[in-house]
């Protein structure tokens, strides 16, 4: 297309053109409730000639962070339907209702097609883009151009890599391209996901990462804020095996709002938000007083007798630990004053109540798991309330135990690509030593991911730098895979910083509230579908890597986020004068079998998965797990599965300090310490800097923190909860029809609608009915929705569901595309704070909020 002959599409005539022009194919059945069912359905074969024709390509999907391996079944090149794999070892054949949407989500008629122009110099909310379709060649052209300018001007580090949901090829885009480009800044979402979460299991035993249950052979789960079968890790799998487990396992779930989970639960504990960690500590304590500890695994006084007794110090050496330490400490600095009567004054919870959670816990272990989700350690001291959770599953024996809890097994898959340090010139040398933009390792944000000042990333903090220019300002982003604007507390906080920013491309599948900022969209492959990737899932004993492949023709103009697109830049700016990125590609990144590189950026796709997972089908993986025969055979099987996880494995081998399980960690005290030298202060500054209560040796062990709080409580009486959907696929399915007529899947909600919950009492006093429309504000935004009374929200709090109040996304995500928005974001409302020893930004806890009808 010549330019002179391109459409100037905008805002509104973008949507109507994409509707008219999609070929929409893919979905089978009968329903013919939506525009989009019915236009697919009248281009699927009549019943008779459909039989039995199609076959199952296996891939995995990317709806939430199961990473579940799925089959899709293919007919006439269209796919028909969605399944599990059943050669996996941790879902079999189990599934959860995402899948489905991803039918919905290929086969989107508002998908980007085609590369785009932004035509309006002007950026803004308020401001069309007027996108115009240009050429990939064009579009490449104008990033790399942009790029290299930096570099001449000695500004390598002004260009930065932000990137959302990724699959395992992900290292060449995100690290090597960025370091060779000269950046520093490659900054992934990991602190909007969970980074919180794995402070406990990391600084008591030593894994940064995510564990799986032992779900089978459990005889009690308590859950702080989890929701196993709706929107937790590993939820197909849960979603499986949960009704089996309540026959054998007493469930008790602690959430301020009646889940999937809880309905499904012994017991229903509707705790005040921010206090999850009271709760945690009362049953140690009793633990400790009434002797339920797991002995084999922790220890026991030398001399038989119990002193624990509450508010009375213990001498250390009257206790020999086994696989623990620091058990006395954490009882003397804490654990003594914890009493029931102390909890229950904080929340409300009888002490019988938490007596007899302990007692039974006692009674299961070591066959005891004890569950933390983002909604009780996303706050803005949830780190602690990490350690405080999991302290429990070492105090009852339940790491790496039957009926416990473990991390993942070992698997053979490389983890990266070769080192690009030798392609890196002099430019690239002096960029990367750059500090990063997010201000990780600073005083006030030591993001101590594995023990190390600035090891991880304060994503949500990036916008704050680039509006302030601290460290210095950034004139070329390259994104893909997010909506930062959506998906972060304050996310209009990015709306202002985006604008700033002189260039940047967006690849993604729809245009979405952060393209609204692009001067360049990339139309990416739907990674289910259309996309070579590869992933790992743990659950069921069991560790997995699955792979993602084409199985469809890929539908327009689009190519692969973390493959293709690398590849295309990389020789554009070798054609201009700039050939490292495109040096490394062909002479590091090379088919493992044939040795020779790729001839192509489609053929690049699937050398970059053959070279991560070569371990697996190349050589002989049965050390660890399955053996399989070759590429071919994992491509057809779709998932590689390990050797089941050896129980005890860890024991007296933690990857702590003191190779022990510690209930006083001296890994954290070793890492506050270290980031404390580096700036040259006490530890006990760092706290105060960061913004939490501990002075002294408390710091070091599982210990209580008040809950921050953002509003003053009479002008904001409420506190927020914010939820997951079931049908939330990261954000990523607003623009699905099904996701407002299947709402009501989650406890509480309205199908076609996005409403607030209150309790009964608190609708009362505020005059409220359901459906009325309200405006709910907090200190630092406002948004409107609808009234909902429902008894499964504790009183005092208003429960809502995050994934409406979409601007920019389609049709059906937004009242009007570009202009008024379908629902209100939840994000609107949640102040930007952050857990800052994790990095972690906080979206639970500490928001205050008031109410008013429209």
């Known amino acids: 297309m010549s330019e002179k002959n391109q459409i100037n599409i905008g805002r509104r005539q973008l949507l109507k053109s994409t509707a008219a022009t999609t070929a929409l194919t893919g979905l089978g059945g009968t329903l013919s409730f939506t525009p989009i069912v019915e236009s697919i359905a009248a281009e699927i074969p009549a019943p008779l000639l459909r039989t039995g024709t199609g076959e199952w390509i296996a891939t995995t999907c990317q709806g939430c962070t199961s990473w579940c391996a799925k089959q899709i079944y293919v007919m006439d090149g269209r796919a028909i339907k969605v399944r599990a794999n059943p050669n996996s070892g941790v879902h079999g054949m189990s599934s959860c209702p995402r899948q489905h949407l991803s039918l919905q989500q290929v086969y989107d008629p508002d998908r980007l097609r085609t590369p785009m122009m932004r035509t309006n110099p002007k950026k803004g909310r308020d401001q069309d883009p007027k996108f115009v379709p240009i050429s990939w060649d064009k579009a490449l052209d104008m990033l790399a151009d942009k790029i290299i300018a930096l570099r001449e001007a000695d500004e390598s580090h002004k260009y930065a890599l932000l990137r959302g949901r990724y699959s395992h090829i992900n290292d060449l885009l995100y690290k090597k391209m960025t370091h060779l480009i000269g950046s520093p800044n490659n900054i992934s979402h990991s602190a909007v996901c969970a980074e919180a979460h794995k402070m406990g299991p990391y600084y008591l035993d030593g894994n940064w990462g995510y564990n799986q249950y032992d779900i089978k052979n459990a005889k009690f789960i308590l859950s702080f804020g989890a929701d196993p079968i709706a929107s937790n890790r590993q939820v197909s799998y849960y979603s499986q095996t949960w ?135 996303m706050q803005v001291r949830g780190t602690y309330t990490s350690l405080a959770c999991h302290a429990l599953n070492g105090l009852f024996g339940a790491i790496d135990s039957k009926g416990g809890l473990f991390p993942g097994n070992k698997i053979p898959l490389l983890e990266e690509y070769p080192d690009e340090h030798a392609y890196m010139d002099d430019i690239a040398n002096k960029g990367v030593k750059n500090a990063k933009i997010d201000h990780s390792g600073r005083l006030e944000f030591p993001a101590l991911k594995k023990g190390k000042s600035g090891g991880g990333v304060v ?61 360049v969209l990339l139309p990416a492959s739907h990674h289910m579908f259309e996309k070579w990737g590869v992933l790992d899932s743990i659950g069921n004993g069991v560790h997995q890597v699955s792979i993602q492949q084409p199985s469809i023709k890929r539908l327009w103009d689009t190519r692969i986020d973390e493959s293709e697109i690398p590849y295309m830049l990389a020789k554009k700016m070798a054609e201009k004068g700039f050939d490292a990125p495109w040096r490394y590609i062909n002479e590091q990144i090379v088919d493992p079998e044939t040795g020779k590189p790729a001839d192509n950026e489609v053929d690049f796709a699937k050398v970059m998965v053959r070279y991560i997972t070569s371990p697996l089908w190349h050589e002989d993986a049965s050390k660890y797990g399955d053996k399989l025969a070759s590429w071919d055979d994992f491509v057809e099987k ?46 006990d500054e760092v706290m105060e800097v960061c913004e939490y209560q501990a002075r002294g040796q408390l710091a070091f062990v599982p210990h209580y923190e008040q809950p921050y709080r953002v509003g003053d409580e009479a002008q904001f009486p409420l506190l927020l909860v914010d939820q997951k959907s079931r049908l939330n696929k990261e954000g990523r399915s607003a623009n699905s029809p099904w996701v407002y007529e299947f709402k009501d899947v989650d406890p509480g909600d309205v199908a076609n609608q996005d409403v607030a919950k ?97």
């Not at 390259?478 to 709306?495: K, M, T, V």
């Open 638 to 683: 779709g998932v590689w599965n390990s050797s089941d996880y050896k129980l005890e494995s860890r024991w007296g081998k933690f990857k702590t300090e003191t190779q022990k399980f510690e209930f006083y960690s001296k890994t954290l005290e070793k890492a506050l310490q270290g980031h404390a030298d580096k700036h040259k202060v006490s530890i």
């Open 459 to 519: 994503t949500a903090n990036v916008a704050n730098s680039i509006f302030n220019a601290d460290p210095y300002d950034i004139k070329v982003i390259l994104a893909y895979f997010n909506n930062f604007n959506f998906s972060n507390p304050e996310g209009q906080r990015w709306d202002a910083a985006l604008s700033k920013v002189d260039f940047m491309a967006h690849i993604t599948t729809n245009i979405s509230e952060f393209s609204w900022f692009a001067d």
């Open 758 to 854: 209150f309790n009964p009492i608190d609708g009362k006093a505020l005059g409220l009915k359901d459906g009325d429309d309200i405006r709910i504000s907090s200190p630092v935004g406002s948004l409107t929705c609808k009234a909902k009374l429902w008894e499964g929200v504790r009183p005092g709090t208003i429960a809502k569901c995050f994934g409406q109040g979409h601007w920019a996304y389609g049709r059906y995500a937004s009242t009007e595309f570009g202009v008024t928005a379908r629902g209100g974001s939840n994000n609107d409302l949640i102040a930007d704070k952050y857990d800052r020893l994790s990095g972690a930004s906080a979206f639970y806890g500490h928001i205050r909020v008031r109410v008013e009808k429209v």
């Open 243 to 377: 009704g089996d487990a309540l026959d054998h396992t007493k469930v008790v779930v602690v959430d301020p709002r009646f889940s999937a989970s809880a309905a499904k639960a012994h017991k229903w504990i509707p705790i005040e938000p921010g206090q999850d960690s009271v709760l945690a500590l009362a049953i140690a304590h009793v633990a400790l007083v009434e002797g339920l500890w797991h002995k084999p695994f922790v220890g026991d006084f030398v001399d038989g007798n119990n002193q624990f007794k509450a508010g009375q110090n213990v001498k250390d050496e009257s206790f020999k630990e086994t696989h623990t330490y620091g058990l006395v400490a954490w009882w003397n600095e804490a654990l003594k004053d914890y009493t029931p009567e102390w909890a229950s004054k904080i929340t409300g919870i009888d002490p019988k109540t938490i007596i007899a959670i302990a007692k039974d816990m006692g009674a299961a272990a070591p066959a005891v798991q004890v569950w933390t989700a983002r909604g009780a350690v």
